[in-house]
Protein backbone atom coordinates (compact mmCIF):
# COMPACT_ATOMS: atom_id res chain seq x y z
CA UNK A 1 0.00 0.00 0.00
CA UNK A 2 2.54 2.40 0.65
CA UNK A 3 4.52 1.74 -2.13
CA UNK A 4 1.30 2.45 -4.70
CA UNK A 5 1.08 5.74 -2.02
CA UNK A 6 4.57 6.84 -3.39
CA UNK A 7 3.97 5.88 -6.76
CA UNK A 8 1.00 7.68 -7.16
CA UNK A 9 2.72 10.52 -5.59
CA UNK A 10 5.29 10.61 -7.60
CA UNK A 11 3.05 10.63 -10.89
CA UNK A 12 0.94 13.58 -9.81
CA UNK A 13 4.35 15.62 -9.04
CA UNK A 14 5.84 14.72 -12.72
CA UNK A 15 2.07 15.27 -14.45
CA UNK A 16 2.10 18.75 -12.19
CA UNK A 17 5.37 19.59 -13.55
CA UNK A 18 4.64 19.04 -16.85
CA UNK A 19 1.35 21.17 -17.19
CA UNK A 20 3.36 23.76 -15.66
CA UNK A 21 6.12 23.73 -18.03
CA UNK A 22 3.67 23.49 -20.80
CA UNK A 23 1.96 26.53 -19.42
CA UNK A 24 5.05 28.68 -18.95
CA UNK A 25 6.19 27.63 -22.54
CA UNK A 26 2.91 29.09 -23.98
CA UNK A 27 3.20 32.57 -21.73
CA UNK A 28 5.51 35.09 -23.33
CA UNK A 29 6.82 35.81 -19.85
CA UNK A 30 7.03 32.09 -18.29
CA UNK A 31 9.48 31.34 -21.48
CA UNK A 32 11.88 34.12 -20.28
CA UNK A 33 11.62 32.37 -16.91
CA UNK A 34 12.11 28.72 -18.11
CA UNK A 35 15.11 30.62 -20.14
CA UNK A 36 16.34 32.15 -16.43
CA UNK A 37 15.89 28.77 -14.48
CA UNK A 38 17.92 26.85 -16.92
CA UNK A 39 20.75 29.67 -17.51
CA UNK A 40 21.07 29.55 -13.40
CA UNK A 41 20.63 25.92 -13.23
CA UNK A 42 23.75 25.26 -16.27
CA UNK A 43 25.75 28.33 -14.34
CA UNK A 44 25.61 26.38 -10.54
CA UNK A 45 26.21 22.63 -12.11
CA UNK A 46 29.11 24.81 -13.81
CA UNK A 47 30.10 26.21 -10.26
CA UNK A 48 30.11 23.01 -8.54
CA UNK A 49 31.28 20.27 -10.26
CA UNK A 50 32.94 21.61 -14.13
CA UNK A 51 36.95 22.53 -12.74
CA UNK A 52 39.03 24.74 -14.18
CA UNK A 53 42.56 24.97 -14.65
CA UNK A 54 44.84 27.56 -12.57
CA UNK A 55 47.43 28.82 -14.66
CA UNK A 56 50.96 29.81 -13.66
CA UNK A 57 53.16 32.40 -16.29
CA UNK A 58 56.77 33.04 -16.44
CA UNK A 59 59.10 35.14 -18.69
CA UNK A 60 62.39 33.99 -20.20
CA UNK A 61 64.34 33.00 -23.18
CA UNK A 62 65.51 30.26 -25.62
CA UNK A 63 69.03 29.46 -24.81
CA UNK A 64 71.34 26.66 -26.02
CA UNK A 65 73.22 25.38 -22.77
CA UNK A 66 76.96 25.28 -22.66
CA UNK A 67 76.89 26.84 -26.41
CA UNK A 68 77.58 30.26 -25.10
CA UNK A 69 79.98 31.83 -22.99
CA UNK A 70 79.83 35.14 -22.37
CA UNK A 71 83.20 38.14 -22.06
CA UNK A 72 82.51 39.79 -18.57
CA UNK A 73 84.68 42.50 -17.27
CA UNK A 74 86.99 41.97 -13.83
CA UNK A 75 87.59 45.03 -13.25
CA UNK A 76 86.46 49.14 -13.71
CA UNK A 77 88.76 50.68 -16.77
CA UNK A 78 89.12 51.84 -19.69
CA UNK A 79 89.37 49.17 -23.25
CA UNK A 80 92.85 50.41 -24.26
CA UNK A 81 92.65 47.89 -27.33
CA UNK A 82 89.97 45.64 -29.22
CA UNK A 83 91.60 42.98 -30.96
CA UNK A 84 88.27 41.27 -32.67
CA UNK A 85 85.30 41.83 -33.73
CA UNK A 86 81.85 40.32 -34.36
CA UNK A 87 82.05 37.19 -36.76
CA UNK A 88 85.92 36.90 -35.75
CA UNK A 89 86.60 33.41 -34.89
CA UNK A 90 89.00 33.01 -31.83
CA UNK A 91 91.04 30.35 -29.79
CA UNK A 92 91.29 29.79 -26.41
CA UNK A 93 93.28 32.42 -24.56
CA UNK A 94 93.49 34.45 -27.36
CA UNK A 95 93.63 38.22 -25.84
CA UNK A 96 90.34 39.54 -26.78
CA UNK A 97 90.52 42.80 -25.27
CA UNK A 98 92.95 44.85 -23.12
CA UNK A 99 91.84 46.94 -20.25
CA UNK A 100 93.49 50.27 -18.72
CA UNK A 101 94.43 49.65 -14.96
CA UNK A 102 96.60 52.76 -13.84
CA UNK A 103 96.21 51.92 -10.09
CA UNK A 104 97.99 48.33 -10.86
CA UNK A 105 100.06 50.02 -13.41
CA UNK A 106 101.81 52.45 -10.73
CA UNK A 107 101.67 50.26 -8.17
CA UNK A 108 103.79 47.75 -10.40
CA UNK A 109 105.78 51.07 -11.48
CA UNK A 110 106.69 51.58 -7.78
CA UNK A 111 107.36 48.26 -6.58
CA UNK A 112 109.76 48.15 -9.37
CA UNK A 113 111.54 51.70 -8.98
CA UNK A 114 111.22 49.79 -5.00
CA UNK A 115 113.09 46.61 -6.00
CA UNK A 116 115.97 48.25 -8.25
CA UNK A 117 116.61 50.90 -5.02
CA UNK A 118 116.69 47.65 -3.04
CA UNK A 119 119.12 45.76 -4.94
CA UNK A 120 121.40 48.61 -5.38
CA UNK A 121 121.52 49.43 -1.33
CA UNK A 122 121.90 45.44 -0.88
CA UNK A 123 124.90 45.41 -3.81
CA UNK A 124 126.47 48.51 -1.60
CA UNK A 125 125.78 47.10 1.91
CA UNK A 126 127.38 43.30 0.83
CA UNK A 127 130.66 45.19 -0.52
CA UNK A 128 130.43 46.98 3.16
CA UNK A 129 129.60 43.94 5.19
CA UNK A 130 132.75 42.12 2.80
CA UNK A 131 135.16 44.94 3.83
CA UNK A 132 134.11 44.83 7.61
CA UNK A 133 134.15 41.17 7.34
CA UNK A 134 137.52 40.81 6.17
CA UNK A 135 138.80 43.81 8.92
CA UNK A 136 137.06 41.23 12.10
CA UNK A 137 139.09 38.44 9.87
CA UNK A 138 142.36 40.31 10.14
CA UNK A 139 141.71 41.46 13.96
CA UNK A 140 140.77 37.97 14.79
CA UNK A 141 144.30 36.55 12.58
CA UNK A 142 146.31 39.20 14.60
CA UNK A 143 145.01 38.90 18.03
CA UNK A 144 145.08 34.90 17.31
CA UNK A 145 148.37 34.86 16.21
CA UNK A 146 149.91 36.94 19.03
CA UNK A 147 148.20 34.87 21.89
CA UNK A 148 149.37 31.96 19.76
CA UNK A 149 153.52 33.28 20.19
CA UNK A 150 152.38 34.26 24.03
CA UNK A 151 151.08 30.35 24.77
CA UNK A 152 154.11 29.12 23.08
CA UNK A 153 156.67 31.25 25.44
CA UNK A 154 154.79 30.31 28.54
CA UNK A 155 154.29 26.88 27.42
CA UNK A 156 158.23 26.52 27.40
CA UNK A 157 158.51 28.55 30.60
CA UNK A 158 155.85 26.56 32.01
CA UNK A 159 158.04 23.53 30.68
CA UNK A 160 161.04 24.78 32.81
CA UNK A 161 159.78 25.37 35.85
CA UNK A 162 157.75 21.98 35.62
CA UNK A 163 161.18 20.70 35.26
CA UNK A 164 162.86 22.72 37.95
CA UNK A 165 159.93 21.74 40.45
CA UNK A 166 160.29 17.92 39.35
CA UNK A 167 163.96 18.79 40.08
CA UNK A 168 163.52 20.27 43.53
CA UNK A 169 160.87 17.42 44.35
CA UNK A 170 163.42 14.95 43.44
CA UNK A 171 166.03 16.55 45.88
CA UNK A 172 163.75 16.70 48.92
CA UNK A 173 163.03 13.30 48.88
CA UNK A 174 166.65 12.72 49.25
CA UNK A 175 166.82 14.90 51.89
CA UNK A 176 169.24 17.00 49.69
CA UNK A 177 167.13 20.56 50.21
CA UNK A 178 164.44 21.12 52.44
CA UNK A 179 160.84 20.61 51.14
CA UNK A 180 159.68 24.40 52.16
CA UNK A 181 162.92 25.90 50.47
CA UNK A 182 162.48 29.26 49.38
CA UNK A 183 163.33 28.44 45.95
CA UNK A 184 161.42 25.30 46.14
CA UNK A 185 158.25 27.30 46.90
CA UNK A 186 158.82 30.13 44.44
CA UNK A 187 159.37 27.40 41.72
CA UNK A 188 156.16 25.73 42.38
CA UNK A 189 154.16 29.05 42.90
CA UNK A 190 155.69 30.02 39.15
CA UNK A 191 154.93 27.02 37.78
CA UNK A 192 151.10 27.08 38.79
CA UNK A 193 151.25 31.19 38.14
CA UNK A 194 152.32 29.70 34.10
CA UNK A 195 149.78 27.00 34.02
CA UNK A 196 146.88 29.84 34.77
CA UNK A 197 148.42 32.30 32.40
CA UNK A 198 148.02 29.71 29.82
CA UNK A 199 144.77 29.10 30.83
CA UNK A 200 143.71 32.52 30.61
CA UNK A 201 145.03 32.09 26.80
CA UNK A 202 143.33 29.63 25.99
CA UNK A 203 139.76 31.95 27.36
CA UNK A 204 140.79 34.84 25.51
CA UNK A 205 141.59 32.89 22.20
CA UNK A 206 137.75 31.43 22.66
CA UNK A 207 136.71 35.61 23.21
CA UNK A 208 138.75 36.43 20.00
CA UNK A 209 136.65 33.77 17.91
CA UNK A 210 133.41 34.51 19.41
CA UNK A 211 133.87 38.15 18.67
CA UNK A 212 134.61 37.28 14.98
CA UNK A 213 131.44 35.04 15.19
CA UNK A 214 129.41 37.36 16.27
CA UNK A 215 130.48 39.84 13.91
CA UNK A 216 130.04 37.30 10.94
CA UNK A 217 126.43 36.16 12.31
CA UNK A 218 125.20 39.98 12.32
CA UNK A 219 126.57 40.14 8.57
CA UNK A 220 125.12 37.24 7.75
CA UNK A 221 121.58 38.10 9.75
CA UNK A 222 121.40 41.66 7.69
CA UNK A 223 121.74 40.48 4.82
CA UNK A 224 119.64 37.33 5.16
CA UNK A 225 116.55 40.41 6.19
CA UNK A 226 117.65 42.23 2.92
CA UNK A 227 117.60 39.50 0.51
CA UNK A 228 114.36 38.30 2.28
CA UNK A 229 112.60 42.03 1.76
CA UNK A 230 114.11 41.84 -2.27
CA UNK A 231 112.41 38.03 -2.26
CA UNK A 232 109.12 39.64 -0.83
CA UNK A 233 109.11 42.54 -3.09
CA UNK A 234 109.18 40.59 -6.27
CA UNK A 235 106.54 38.05 -4.95
CA UNK A 236 104.23 41.38 -4.70
CA UNK A 237 105.40 42.25 -8.10
CA UNK A 238 104.75 39.16 -9.54
CA UNK A 239 100.74 39.38 -8.04
CA UNK A 240 100.73 42.49 -9.60
CA UNK A 241 101.64 41.28 -12.52
CA UNK A 242 99.48 38.46 -12.39
CA UNK A 243 96.39 40.42 -11.36
CA UNK A 244 97.02 42.93 -13.62
CA UNK A 245 97.27 40.16 -16.84
CA UNK A 246 93.90 38.84 -15.07
CA UNK A 247 92.23 42.07 -14.99
CA UNK A 248 93.26 43.69 -17.91
CA UNK A 249 93.72 41.19 -20.38
CA UNK A 250 90.43 39.46 -21.33
CA UNK A 251 91.23 36.43 -23.02
CA UNK A 252 88.78 33.64 -24.46
CA UNK A 253 87.76 31.05 -22.51
CA UNK A 254 87.05 28.48 -25.28
CA UNK A 255 86.82 28.13 -28.76
CA UNK A 256 83.84 29.43 -30.58
CA UNK A 257 82.96 32.55 -32.86
CA UNK A 258 82.51 36.03 -31.70
CA UNK A 259 78.61 36.97 -32.36
CA UNK A 260 78.17 40.28 -30.02
CA UNK A 261 80.59 43.20 -28.80
CA UNK A 262 78.81 45.59 -26.45
CA UNK A 263 81.60 47.75 -25.92
CA UNK A 264 84.25 50.04 -28.47
CA UNK A 265 87.91 50.65 -28.02
CA UNK A 266 87.86 53.46 -25.48
CA UNK A 267 85.14 53.04 -23.68
CA UNK A 268 84.96 52.35 -19.89
CA UNK A 269 83.56 49.33 -18.52
CA UNK A 270 82.60 48.38 -14.79
CA UNK A 271 83.04 44.95 -12.73
CA UNK A 272 81.10 42.63 -13.89
CA UNK A 273 79.58 44.34 -17.15
CA UNK A 274 78.80 42.15 -20.04
CA UNK A 275 81.16 43.16 -23.04
CA UNK A 276 80.65 40.41 -25.86
CA UNK A 277 79.48 36.66 -26.46
CA UNK A 278 81.31 33.90 -27.64
CA UNK A 279 79.57 31.42 -29.05
CA UNK A 280 80.46 27.32 -29.86
CA UNK A 281 79.58 27.22 -33.97
CA UNK A 282 79.69 23.23 -33.41
CA UNK A 283 76.67 23.60 -30.89
CA UNK A 284 74.42 26.64 -32.14
CA UNK A 285 73.21 24.62 -34.99
CA UNK A 286 69.55 25.44 -35.44
CA UNK A 287 68.32 21.79 -33.78
CA UNK A 288 65.19 21.06 -31.63
CA UNK A 289 67.38 18.90 -29.62
CA UNK A 290 69.95 21.68 -29.14
CA UNK A 291 67.01 24.67 -28.00
CA UNK A 292 66.12 24.48 -24.27
CA UNK A 293 63.77 27.56 -22.53
CA UNK A 294 65.08 28.96 -19.31
CA UNK A 295 61.84 30.83 -17.64
CA UNK A 296 61.60 32.61 -14.66
CA UNK A 297 58.13 32.16 -12.50
CA UNK A 298 57.41 33.51 -9.17
CA UNK A 299 58.45 31.53 -5.87
CA UNK A 300 54.90 31.04 -5.03
CA UNK A 301 54.14 29.49 -8.74
CA UNK A 302 57.67 27.94 -9.06
CA UNK A 303 57.25 25.91 -6.11
CA UNK A 304 54.00 24.04 -7.72
CA UNK A 305 55.80 22.91 -10.69
CA UNK A 306 57.27 19.71 -10.80
CA UNK A 307 59.82 17.90 -13.07
CA UNK A 308 57.96 16.41 -15.90
CA UNK A 309 54.61 18.75 -15.55
CA UNK A 310 53.55 20.03 -19.23
CA UNK A 311 54.32 23.75 -20.09
CA UNK A 312 53.59 25.91 -23.08
CA UNK A 313 56.27 28.16 -24.26
CA UNK A 314 54.72 31.18 -26.30
CA UNK A 315 57.84 32.81 -27.96
CA UNK A 316 57.35 36.67 -28.13
CA UNK A 317 55.71 37.03 -31.66
CA UNK A 318 52.41 38.05 -30.55
CA UNK A 319 50.74 35.17 -32.13
CA UNK A 320 49.61 33.07 -29.66
CA UNK A 321 46.38 33.00 -30.72
CA UNK A 322 47.89 31.75 -34.65
CA UNK A 323 50.36 29.32 -33.89
CA UNK A 324 49.72 28.65 -30.29
CA UNK A 325 52.99 27.28 -28.16
CA UNK A 326 55.50 24.44 -27.73
CA UNK A 327 54.42 22.11 -25.90
CA UNK A 328 57.22 21.23 -23.41
CA UNK A 329 58.09 19.57 -19.95
CA UNK A 330 59.56 21.28 -16.88
CA UNK A 331 63.19 19.95 -16.56
CA UNK A 332 64.53 20.97 -13.66
CA UNK A 333 63.20 23.99 -11.18
CA UNK A 334 66.18 25.91 -8.80
CA UNK A 335 65.65 25.71 -5.22
CA UNK A 336 67.33 29.38 -4.12
CA UNK A 337 66.00 32.48 -6.12
CA UNK A 338 68.13 33.67 -9.09
CA UNK A 339 69.92 37.28 -8.78
CA UNK A 340 70.08 39.77 -11.55
CA UNK A 341 73.93 38.60 -12.29
CA UNK A 342 72.49 35.27 -12.67
CA UNK A 343 69.82 36.34 -14.89
CA UNK A 344 71.80 38.17 -17.00
CA UNK A 345 73.94 35.49 -17.32
CA UNK A 346 71.68 33.44 -18.93
CA UNK A 347 69.92 35.99 -21.02
CA UNK A 348 72.87 37.97 -22.12
CA UNK A 349 70.29 41.29 -21.65
CA UNK A 350 70.45 43.39 -18.41
CA UNK A 351 67.25 45.52 -19.05
CA UNK A 352 65.64 42.13 -19.18
CA UNK A 353 67.23 40.79 -16.21
CA UNK A 354 66.24 43.71 -14.58
CA UNK A 355 62.37 43.55 -15.11
CA UNK A 356 62.37 39.88 -14.28
CA UNK A 357 63.28 40.71 -10.77
CA UNK A 358 61.35 44.37 -10.49
CA UNK A 359 58.17 42.67 -9.00
CA UNK A 360 59.72 40.56 -6.45
CA UNK A 361 62.48 37.53 -6.41
CA UNK A 362 62.30 34.49 -9.33
CA UNK A 363 62.75 30.88 -9.41
CA UNK A 364 64.58 30.11 -12.56
CA UNK A 365 62.84 26.97 -14.07
CA UNK A 366 64.64 24.79 -17.18
CA UNK A 367 62.02 23.65 -19.91
CA UNK A 368 62.46 20.43 -22.17
CA UNK A 369 60.87 21.16 -26.00
CA UNK A 370 58.78 18.65 -27.41
CA UNK A 371 60.20 17.85 -30.91
CA UNK A 372 58.09 16.92 -34.05
CA UNK A 373 59.03 15.58 -37.67
CA UNK A 374 55.62 16.79 -39.06
CA UNK A 375 56.45 20.65 -37.88
CA UNK A 376 57.82 23.54 -40.41
CA UNK A 377 60.68 24.22 -37.26
CA UNK A 378 60.76 20.71 -35.89
CA UNK A 379 59.00 21.42 -32.76
CA UNK A 380 55.42 20.02 -31.18
CA UNK A 381 52.90 22.84 -31.20
CA UNK A 382 49.75 23.55 -29.44
CA UNK A 383 47.42 24.63 -32.14
CA UNK A 384 49.61 24.19 -35.44
CA UNK A 385 52.64 23.22 -36.79
CA UNK A 386 54.61 26.40 -36.08
CA UNK A 387 56.10 28.87 -38.26
CA UNK A 388 57.73 28.81 -41.65
CA UNK A 389 58.84 32.62 -41.24
CA UNK A 390 59.39 33.19 -37.60
CA UNK A 391 62.37 31.61 -36.49
CA UNK A 392 63.11 29.61 -33.23
CA UNK A 393 66.30 30.91 -32.14
CA UNK A 394 68.96 30.65 -29.61
CA UNK A 395 67.92 34.00 -27.75
CA UNK A 396 64.29 34.45 -28.60
CA UNK A 397 62.21 35.57 -25.54
CA UNK A 398 59.24 33.61 -24.59
CA UNK A 399 56.78 33.01 -22.16
CA UNK A 400 55.90 29.73 -20.43
CA UNK A 401 52.17 28.69 -19.14
CA UNK A 402 51.29 26.15 -17.09
CA UNK A 403 48.40 24.55 -15.15
CA UNK A 404 49.47 23.43 -12.25
CA UNK A 405 45.72 22.19 -10.67
CA UNK A 406 42.07 21.79 -11.60
CA UNK A 407 39.67 23.02 -9.38
CA UNK A 408 36.04 23.98 -9.56
CA UNK A 409 34.85 27.52 -9.35
CA UNK A 410 32.81 27.02 -5.69
CA UNK A 411 36.51 25.98 -4.52
CA UNK A 412 37.63 29.57 -5.19
CA UNK A 413 35.26 31.23 -3.79
CA UNK A 414 35.16 29.34 0.05
CA UNK A 415 38.41 30.27 0.86
CA UNK A 416 37.64 34.25 0.15
CA UNK A 417 34.44 33.75 2.25
CA UNK A 418 36.85 32.52 5.22
CA UNK A 419 39.08 34.86 4.82
CA UNK A 420 36.40 37.47 5.17
CA UNK A 421 33.88 36.20 7.63
CA UNK A 422 37.09 34.23 9.30
CA UNK A 423 34.95 31.11 10.02
CA UNK A 424 37.44 28.83 9.69
CA UNK A 425 36.16 26.16 12.70
CA UNK A 426 34.78 22.49 11.66
CA UNK A 427 31.87 20.89 13.99
CA UNK A 428 34.86 18.14 14.32
CA UNK A 429 37.64 20.86 15.35
CA UNK A 430 35.23 22.76 18.10
CA UNK A 431 34.37 18.93 19.38
CA UNK A 432 38.02 17.75 19.98
CA UNK A 433 38.92 21.50 21.51
CA UNK A 434 35.51 22.28 23.54
CA UNK A 435 36.59 20.72 26.45
CA UNK A 436 35.63 21.07 29.90
CA UNK A 437 38.38 21.53 31.42
CA UNK A 438 39.23 24.37 28.99
CA UNK A 439 35.97 26.15 29.68
CA UNK A 440 36.15 29.62 31.96
CA UNK A 441 35.11 29.30 35.78
CA UNK A 442 31.99 31.62 36.45
CA UNK A 443 30.46 32.19 32.46
CA UNK A 444 27.73 31.04 30.63
CA UNK A 445 28.17 27.60 29.44
Known sequence: MREDGASRTTLVTSHSLKRWLVEQSQEPNGQ???SLIALWSLTGLWVLFWPVPTEVTGRGVMIVPGASTLIDSRAEGQIRQLNVSVGDTVREGEVLMVLDQPALETQLQRQTRDL???IQINADLNRQDAQRLKDARAVRDTALSKLQREQSQ????QATYAQKAADFAHLAGQDVVAPLAKDVVATSDRNTQ????????AIERKEVINAFSK?????????QQRRFRIDNLRREIDVTKATL???GELIAKR???VIDLQVIQGQTVKPGQRLGTISNASLTKRSPQNLRAVAYFHPADARRLQPGLGVEVVPDWQQRGRFGGIRGRVAKVSLLPATPEDINTTIGNPPLAESLVSKGPVIRTEIDLGTSDTSFDGYRWTLSRGSSVFPIREGLTLQAHSYVEWRTPVSY???ILRDLTGTYRTPGLDQQQDQPDRRQKETLP
Open 32 to 34: VRL
Open 116 to 118: REL
Open 154 to 157: LEEL
Open 194 to 201: LKVELDNL
Open 215 to 223: VQLAIDTEQ
Open 245 to 247: RYQ
Open 255 to 257: DGT
Open 413 to 415: VLP
